[in-house]
């Protein structure tokens, strides 16, 4: 059943991809996948991110579906200055996590705040620097930590050409939550790089490395994505496709490889 869905997400998405030469125009393209490639853009957009990874557990018996809800809103603050926020909410379904149990629903989410200045500074560099919030959103307690956290995020990149390289980061604190379960005190790191294609298909390979400083452990998946532009009707989107190699894991972490595919909604001013 696992290899059957692993085998179905890659024929959507390879689907998803035939429809590339419906694509918007080259310099919308062009300005478009630049902004896609940098996390505090001034463009509002709505990623819908699947993930599928399984080896679960200690008997390597569970697996897990993610879809990541992500607007990104770009606001205004005078001539200089953006506040951007970022936002992920999680649908998760889960099986045998742990053996014989089954749970669907939301799990925490996480809301980032960015003030970013308009133009890249004198050494090219784009940045952002704000606070950021994990809430309790968790509709059962095998989906959560059941804490409150904030804590800092930062995220610096810049474009050279083809190329957008960078590091996006925070540090996540508990301050109130379920006395009973562990508090957090976590690390997420996020370097990237993206390269535009002439055709516009961008290819972004990153890591979303987590440092749990309670428990000692590093989960480090790494991520290849290819992605395209182009346009139903109206409307611009970006789909994207790749696999996830998982570096390391805690003990009951996943196994190896997992898949993910993107649709993104565009929304320029």
């Known amino acids: 059943m696992k290899n059957e869905k692993l085998h179905f997400i890659a024929l959507l998405a390879a689907t998803l991809l035939l429809l590339a030469p419906l694509s918007v125009h080259a310099d919308e393209q062009e300005d478009l996948a630049k902004k896609l490639a ?30 990541n809800i992500q607007p990104v809103i770009p606001i205004s603050l005078g001539d200089e200055l953006n506040l951007i ?70 995220v610096g990149l810049k474009q050279d050409g083809h190329f957008t390289y960078g590091i996006l980061a925070n540090h996540l604190w508990s301050f109130a939550g379920d006395e009973d379960r562990n508090d957090v005190d976590s690390t997420f790191v996020q370097p990237f790089l993206s390269y535009i294609t002439d055709t516009k298909t961008t290819l972004t390979l990153n890591t979303e490395s987590t440092y749990d400083w309670e428990g000692d452990d590093w989960t480090i998946p790494i991520n290849l994505t290819v992605s395209q532009l182009l346009k139903v009707g109206s409307q611009p989107i970006s789909i994207g496709l790749g696999p996830r190699y998982w570096a390391q894991t805690p003990d009951a972490g996943p196994d190896h490889w997992g898949a993910r595919v993107v649709v993104v909604f565009l929304f320029p001013k």
């Open 85 to 154: 926020s970022r936002t992920i909410l999680p649908i998760v379904s889960q099986n045998d996590l742990p053996s014989g149990s089954s749970e669907t629903g939301t799990g925490d989410l996480l809301q980032s705040f960015f003030f970013s200045p308009k133009e890249p500074n004198s050494f090219g560099l784009i940045w952002g620097l704000g606070p950021a919030f994990m809430l309790a959103t968790a509709s059962d307690e095998t989906l959560g930590s059941e804490k409150w956290s904030a804590g800092p995020t930062f």
């Open 38 to 67: 940098n996390p505090v853009a001034s463009l509002i957009s709505v990623p819908f991110q699947y993930n599928y990874d399984e080896n679960f557990g200690v008997n390597n018996d569970g697996s897990k579906s993610v879809v």
